[in-house]
């Protein structure tokens, strides 16, 4: 079975500082993906950054990077130069490999999340 | 504008009645989700359709029954809930199983049964 833990349930960061969410992982497939989605109080899940089990360099999209430590099983996203927009829940996640490939789950699996609250 | 559409936007039912979620995306995905969001859990996945097929039904209860007639359509039908099935209802597609493929989602339909 897979799992996300996310630790923080609550984060108060001030405008323009760099913030991480943590986020570790357990699963016992070779090969997965690990996500991070934003949730905005009007619902919709947003897709920041993806990271690839077997990416040897740390995935980053312009302001979110995400530190990877396969070892420690950590997929930590990191926020530079915060901003009141970024104020939203933040969720991670996880995709083993598919039933018809061995794995053990064919969907999402997603931790409980950190609400992020940017303060000016 | 996302990829994926939900309607309704809000829903609000009695314990007997019926009736349906809709999900549509235009992305050419080939497989598509029903998730459930409720206040301090996870999202808990409910079904997966991949290539129209059901992939996957995490031991959800009768009273949510899902449809999915073709790969940019996909439906939950819903009788005699129960007040706990109040939550944000979030409908996903993706690429195809693997884990390679993140999901676009919807922006949600939000039930409350009273």
């Known amino acids: 079975a897979q799992k996300i833990t996310q630790t923080q349930p609550g984060m108060f960061v001030q405008e323009k500082e760099a913030v991480t969410l943590d986020c570790t992982y357990d699963t016992s497939d070779q090969s997965y993906g690990l996500f991070w989605y934003k949730q905005p109080s009007s619902g919709e899940m947003i897709f920041l950054i ?3 089990s077997y990416d040897e360099q740390n995935a980053t999209e312009g302001r979110y990077s995400l530190n990877f430590q396969k070892a420690r099983k950590s997929a930590n996203l990191v926020i530079s130069a915060s ?5 939203a829940m933040y969720f991670c996640a996880m995709r083993g490999e598919p039933f018809l490939a061995g794995g053990g789950a064919d969907g999402l699996t997603f931790g409980k999340g950190t609400h992020l609250i940017i303060q000016p | 504008e996302t990829g994926v559409t939900q309607t309704p936007r809000h829903l609000v039912m009695g314990m007997t009645n019926k009736k349906s979620l809709k999900c549509e ?5 080939n497989a598509m989700y029903w998730y459930k969001q409720s206040a301090k859990k996870p999202l808990e996945l409910m079904f997966v359709y991949s290539l129209e097929e059901r992939v996957e039904n995490n ?7 899902p449809e999915c007639p073709n790969s940019s359509h996909l439906f939950l039908h819903l009788h005699t809930l129960q007040p706990e099935d109040s939550a944000l209802y979030l409908c996903a597609s993706s690429q195809g199983p693997g884990q390679y493929y993140g999901y676009t989602f919807g922006s949600g339909t939000r039930l409350t049964v009273v």
């Open chain 1, 83 to 87: 901003q009141l927009g970024d104020s």
């Open chain 2, 59 to 65: 031991s959800v209860p009768s009273r949510f029954s």
């Open chain 1, 50 to 52: 993806y990271q690839g």
């Open chain 2, 25 to 29: 995306q235009h992305l050419g995905h």
